[in-house]
């Protein structure tokens, strides 16, 4: 079983910014990873992809972050990060982490728990 936990959210001022950080354990390794994201739901509003990062190191974006916004890895800490700068009140989300990774010829999904970020005006 393969657990994902977030940190890095908290409460930041419009211009600011945060690192997130969501590090896999459990039976997983760096290598069966295909693809880490972060996504992020706002209140009243459904969960939006964020940022993708797949194993061969191509990364792609959301308008609405691309610039701001870094998703990087960790492969000895098998772990994830966001790297967000130029928070705006719009950011103000929480933040879930999701890994794709292979297990015994299966293909499998974890998500994090979520971490909240929240950006003043």
């Known amino acids: 079983q393969v657990q994902l936990v977030e940190s890095g959210g908290g409460l930041v001022q419009a211009g600011g910014s945060l690192r997130l950080s969501c590090a896999a354990s459990?039976?997983?390794?760096?290598?069966?990873?295909?693809?880490m994201e972060w996504y992020r739901q706002a209140p009243g509003k459904q969960r939006e992809w964020v940022a993708t990062?797949?194993?061969?190191?191509?990364?792609n974006y959301a308008d609405s972050v691309k610039g701001r916004f870094t998703i990087s890895r960790d492969n000895a800490k098998v772990t994830v990060y966001l790297q967000m700068n130029s928070l705006a009140p719009e950011d103000t989300a929480v933040y879930y982490c999701?890994?794709?990774?292979?297990?015994?010829?299966?293909?499998?999904?974890?998500w994090g728990q979520g971490t909240q970020v929240t950006v003043s005006s």
């Open positions: 990062l797949t194993s061969g190191g191509s990364r």
């Open positions: 999701n890994v794709q990774y292979r297990s015994s010829d299966r293909d499998y999904e974890a």
């Open positions: 459990g039976s997983i390794f760096s290598r069966s990873i295909n693809v």
